[in-house]
């Protein structure tokens, strides 16, 4: 089969591949009809995330048809179409059960780097380092799935793929970040970075109560997206802007109520401190360029929420610890806990409340999409959010 394969850092290739096989009894085979490059995909194309291992199949959002089922899975059978989230859990474990499951204890068995790292080690997740399991991602033609009784949500409907494909990732987790930012009935909420997470978290604080949504980026076509949404946009790559003060400005001089860190460990910004973030993480002295939740951390009021569904890989620099205690935040942050938001936001889609596709500006083949990795780190050709086919051939020249 096809695959799109990690090289190295910033090396991407399309390579035949072995099919994958049943492993355990309880895996199930997909054959995947729609898959997506997520943001996210692109710190292990910049080499921000360690333990990737050449040949590793990239892919974390993807649904598709049930191809084969182990023998212990007793809710799927070959031609049920799904969405897969991209955490995997088991079920079973503490953390399954008090519905953390981006926290699941039993699916990443390279467990003991991330503790070595962290303490203690998250979900296994798709196509995302040896760190978080080494399992194969979905920017392929097949992919095996493990515990497939627990995470694949079945669509019953005849929603078109490309409406229900991002409930594997982001649609959930920019609503898991609203939700993590105690949004109140006319809160203002600022939200740094409008990529997908982004825009969807904008989405889903208007569907939680926010009266204002402040959106803050500095790509045209991403803040057009923003505003369609109803945010107020605020670019801070124009000459004199400040968002520190634009927040300030627009709030009354006192902040907004809510703050989502939509960006993570490669904030940009036309600051000094962007200068020297980009030095430290160049010479090895830092993981993280931490721009904007320094600046989030600073712009919200006080007492305030900070959500942060951006991510975030080691030890951060000058993070503004003491502001965040002097002013009473509340700070929430991880992985999306998939399985609580699954189902909900798929009645949301089918009652027509949102039409996820909004976001959608390319749509590639597998061999097309080393370059479109490119495409996106750069940010150009407009590039909001790209869904591939894995089965389409690419046009000729």
Same mark, same amino acid.
């Given at each position: ?14 390579? #035949? ?71 995997? +859990? ?15 204890? #039993? ?60 409930? +594997? ?10 939700? #993590?930012? #105690? ?177 959608? +500006? ?36």
């Amino acid at each position: 089969m096809k695959a799109v394969c990690w090289m190295g850092k910033s090396k991407i290739e399309t390579l #035949n591949v072995p099919d994958p096989a049943l492993l355990n009894p309880h895996d199930a085979i997909l054959k995947i009809t729609k898959t997506a490059i997520c943001g996210s995909d692109l710190h292990l194309f910049d080499g921000f995330i360690p333990t990737m291992e050449q040949g590793d199949i990239l892919g974390h959002e993807f649904m598709g048809i049930v191809e084969e089922v182990g023998r212990d899975v007793t809710n799927l059978k070959r031609g049920d179409r799904v969405v897969v989230p991209f955490t995997i +859990s088991c079920g079973n474990c503490l953390f399954c059960r008090k519905q953390l499951w981006s926290l699941c204890d #039993n699916t990443n068995p390279n467990a003991h780097i991330a503790e070595t790292l962290d303490g203690y080690t998250p979900s296994g997740l798709f196509g995302y380092s040896h760190m978080l399991g080494g399992y194969a991602g979905g920017q392929a033609q097949y992919v095996r799935v493990p515990f497939a009784n627990v995470g694949p949500l079945k669509i019953e409907s005849d929603l078109p793929d490309e409406k229900v494909l991002f409930l +594997s990732d982001i649609f959930p987790t920019g609503y898991m970040a609203a939700e #993590n930012a #105690n949004i109140e009935e006319g809160d203002t909420v600022a939200v740094w970075g409008c990529g997908p997470v982004g825009l969807f978290a904008i989405s889903s604080a208007f569907m939680l109560g926010a009266a204002r949504v402040i959106a803050i980026d500095r790509f045209p076509e991403r803040l057009e997206l923003a505003r369609k949404l109803g945010a107020i946009t605020v670019d801070y790559s124009e000459e004199d802007v400040s968002v520190l003060t634009a927040l300030k400005d627009l709030t009354g001089g006192i902040g907004p109520d809510c703050a989502i860190d939509a960006v993570g460990m490669e904030a940009h910004s036309n600051d000094l401190q962007y200068v020297y973030d980009k030095v430290k993480t160049a010479l090895f002295m830092e993981t993280d360029r931490p721009g904007v939740l320094r600046q989030a951390i600073i712009g919200v009021r006080k007492g305030g929420t900070l959500s942060i569904p951006g991510v975030y890989g080691g030890l951060l620099d000058k993070v503004p610890f003491g502001a965040a205690m002097n002013k009473g935040l509340t700070m929430k942050m991880g992985q999306t806990h998939m399985q609580k938001y699954m189902k909900p936001l798929l009645e949301r889609i089918e009652k027509g409340q949102i039409d996820p596709t909004f976001l959608i +500006s390319h749509r590639i083949t597998l061999d097309e999409a080393p370059e479109m990795y490119k495409i996106w780190r750069d940010k150009k050709d407009k590039v909001t959010k790209i869904v591939i086919d894995p089965w389409a051939e690419k046009k000729a020249a």
